[in-house]
């Protein structure tokens, strides 16, 4: 990034990161920062849309029966998926976030897969035979 500053300076951060925010503000557990912050979540990568909540089912019940919390990473979830979340997260059931998958086209796909190679996880696709449905906690990466 450019500065203002005289000297150079390198800040070596270890991870990933992208520019994306949670898809609604229930979201969020830090009201002072409007941060969603997640201790240890599982990763729910998929590369398609989510709509219905039914095809999430079998895994959010196994992310509630783990304990852990999750955050979905996904082209977009909307309509009664969306709705179905944030209910479950504001009553404690399942502490979940979801956020837009980074870049568009084959670079989405691309970094999904970046993503799932980072946290030891699976991008959920129907281009490889995985579907939503048949999502099971193996299939989930792993972050701090």
Do not use: C, W
């Amino acid at each position: 990034e450019e500065g203002s500053g005289l000297e150079n300076e390198l800040s070596v951060v270890e991870g990933m990161q992208f520019d994306r925010g949670y898809l609604s503000p229930y979201f969020v557990n830090k009201p002072d920062t409007m941060a969603a912050e997640l201790d240890s979540p599982l990763l729910l990568l998929v590369d398609k849309k989510i709509s219905n909540i039914r095809e999430m089912l079998p895994v959010l019940e196994a992310v509630a029966k783990a304990g852990r919390p999750l955050l979905i990473v996904a082209e977009d979830v909307e309509g009664e998926a969306l709705a179905t979340l944030v209910v479950n997260n504001m009553r404690g059931i399942v502490k979940v976030a979801a956020v837009k998958a980074p870049g568009f086209g084959d670079r989405r796909k691309a970094m999904l897969q970046d993503i799932a190679i980072l946290t030891g996880g699976t991008v959920i696709s129907e281009e490889v035979g995985l579907s939503l449905e048949g999502a099971t906690l193996e299939h989930l990466g792993n972050a701090k």
